[in-house]
């Protein structure tokens, strides 16, 4: 089964950016369902942004629509999650998570990475 590694958090100040990455260690990752999920201290995991296999079409949370940008380069393996204009509410740990076609979970997960955004 795949595994996912996931870089490119950190520390960044409101309305600034962040390129986070997730890079698969086999496989080729088109053939899932890719997504980003954050988690907030106390709060639920939440559904970020996705790009759905067979043709990897982008879906927005509302939260971000706008202002994140994911996309996929299949010649590296690697999905990545541009965030712009970033707001203090956007500090979460973020996941990187797959599924195959016709599954409703996500069936793999990276370890997350963290962001925080300061004022």
């Known amino acids: 089964q795949v595994q996912l590694v996931e870089s490119g958090g950190g520390l960044v100040q409101a309305g600034g950016s962040l390129n986070l990455s997730c890079t698969g260690s086999?496989?080729?990752?088109?053939?899932?369902?890719m997504g980003w999920l954050r988690q907030a201290p106390g709060k639920e995991r939440e559904f970020v942004a996705s790009l759905v296999s067979g043709g990897w079409r982008p879906v927005y949370a509302d939260s971000v629509k706008g202002r994140f940008i994911i996309s996929g380069d299949n010649a590296k393996n690697t999905v990545y999650l541009l965030m712009n204009s970033l707001k203090l509410e956007d500090t979460a740990v973020y996941y990187c998570a797959g599924r195959r076609p016709g599954r409703v979970e996500y069936e793999v997960w990276g370890q997350g990475t963290q962001v925080t955004v300061a004022s």
């Open positions: 086999t496989g080729t990752l088109d053939t899932y369902s």
